[in-house]
């Protein structure tokens, strides 16, 4: 097995996992603190030196990556949403790629915002805030636009909000960076049982 199916297979389940942090959110208003902490951060490691080191760690897309499995294996879905929610992310990420103004633009804004990232934490409300509007500004104008449902009470709230754009602008940093190695729809159709063995590799 290549290490560009391997790599691959860990970027997708890093826009799973951060994506499935977004379905918890908006029905609950709850998320998983280190998830979320996994998804933020890697938004900073622009220049990681691998796929692994966008994520600090394998071993923390494990959620992703069961979840990924699961899919590939075709077993029952349990939040079928979930990955309509995720070829949303990828088919915003195909346009976001081809709109270098708004890259520079979310690009810039990152390197911003960076210096409070590292002073307060990726997760501190003012960085969720900063980010949360870095996606409204930029991302949120490409289409098709990516539409998360939920409970309302929680969609109401500007934090509930704020971290849920948050993390949607985490899950196409993954989605980027899923196909700068490589990735394409390609991949469900013709390579789902080495993406399997690649899940089952790095679990």
């Known amino acids: 097995m290549s290490d560009a199916i391997r790599d691959r297979v860990l970027a997708l389940a890093g826009v799973i996992q951060a994506l ?8 609950t208003g709850q998320a998983d603190a280190a998830i979320v902490q996994t998804a933020l951060d890697s938004v900073f490691r622009i220049d990681a030196d691998s796929a692994e080191a966008v994520y600090g760690d394998a071993l923390a897309l494990r959620a992703g990556l069961r979840i990924l499995g699961e899919h590939l294996g075709r077993q029952q879905l349990h939040d079928a949403a979930l990955f309509k929610l995720v070829m949303a992310v990828l088919q915003l990420e195909r346009r976001f790629g081809k709109e270098t103004h708004t890259a520079g633009a979310v690009h810039n804004g990152l390197l911003e915002i960076a210096p409070k990232a590292a002073e307060l934490g990726s997760s501190h409300p003012d960085v969720l805030s900063a980010l949360g509007g870095l996606y409204a500004d930029t991302l949120s104008h490409l289409r098709p636009r990516v539409m998360v ?13 704020a971290e849920i754009r948050a993390i949607l602008l985490a899950a196409v940093r993954s989605a980027v960076l899923w196909r700068q190695l490589g990735g394409s729809y390609w991949d469900f159709a ?7 063995q690649a899940v089952e590799s790095w679990l």
């Open 20 to 27: 499935a942090q977004v379905r918890r959110i908006a029905d």
């Open 149 to 161: 449902q939920g409970n309302p009470h929680y969609l109401a709230q500007p934090g509930v909000v």
């Open 190 to 196: 013709f390579s789902r049982r080495r993406m399997l």
